[in-house]
């Protein structure tokens, strides 16, 4: 028979552990051209300061994922946007797609 004692010393780590390595075991795959024909055909870069200002010259300096409204963030690196489901996006990237969030 268990005791609660024990019990609780089972269970308490168990829990931790599944909380801690949950989100990182269930981690949208990062978001690249080449992966998704979406952000090919957007222009997306992880890094803004990559932009092909020749090809997109809607791009203007500031613009980041960081300051789009598609753009919701899971730390101060990435986050994920509605154009892109199921992938994670850097906060300093950029597609065709930027909005300025209001």
């Not at 598609?70 to 489901?85: D, L, P, R």
């Amino acid at each position: 028979m268990t005791n609660r004692r024990t019990f609780l010393f089972k269970v308490i780590p168990a829990v931790a552990a599944v909380s801690v390595l949950g989100n990182q075991a269930f981690a949208e795959p990062k978001l690249s051209a080449d992966n998704n024909p979406a952000a090919k055909a957007l222009g997306y870069v992880p890094d803004a300061s990559k932009v092909d200002k020749q090809k997109y010259s809607k791009y203007e300096n500031g613009q980041k994922c960081a300051t789009c409204t598609n753009f919701t963030a899971i730390n101060e690196q990435s986050g994920t946007c509605t154009m892109y489901k199921g992938f994670e996006v850097e906060s300093n990237g950029w597609c065709n797609a930027w909005a300025k969030k209001a």
